[in-house]
């Protein structure tokens, strides 16, 4: 089992950009493929980016390819969302989460999720 706590989140201007960091609890965080995911009021939860385990395979939504990066470190059980030139429909509450088995950009495949952080993106 893992536990996982998101921070980072805040209020930016159109173009900035923000960190998400999302540490993960237990000694077995190498062993997990790792997700992000946004929902914004109203609509459903969706796929940002995932990270393979090792680190070396990412994955990104259309939306945010280019301009958003994922990446992890394991030896200190974290992994990250750098967010560059943002725009304010990227407005949502950015979750992270787990998942053991195979790849997966649905989040009804994920085991574990943290509390998620607000990101609001103003114009």
């Known amino acids: 089992q893992v536990q996982l706590v998101e921070s980072g989140g805040g209020l930016v201007q159109a173009g900035g950009s923000l960190r998400l960091s999302c540490a993960a609890s237990?000694?077995?965080?190498?062993?997990?493929?790792m997700g992000w995911f946004r929902q914004a009021p109203g609509k459903e939860r969706e796929f940002v980016a995932a990270?393979?385990?090792?680190?070396?395979?990412?994955y990104y939504a259309d939306s945010v390819k280019g301009r958003f990066t994922i990446y992890r470190e394991n030896a200190k059980n974290s992994v990250y969302l750098q967010m560059n030139s943002l725009k304010p429909e990227d407005t949502a509450v950015y979750y992270c989460a787990a998942k053991s088995g195979p790849s997966s950009r649905g989040y009804y495949d994920y085991n574990y999720w943290g509390q998620g952080t607000q990101v609001t993106v103003s114009s």
């Open positions: 990270i393979s385990r090792s680190g070396d395979s990412p």
């Open positions: 237990g000694r077995t965080f190498s062993s997990y493929f």
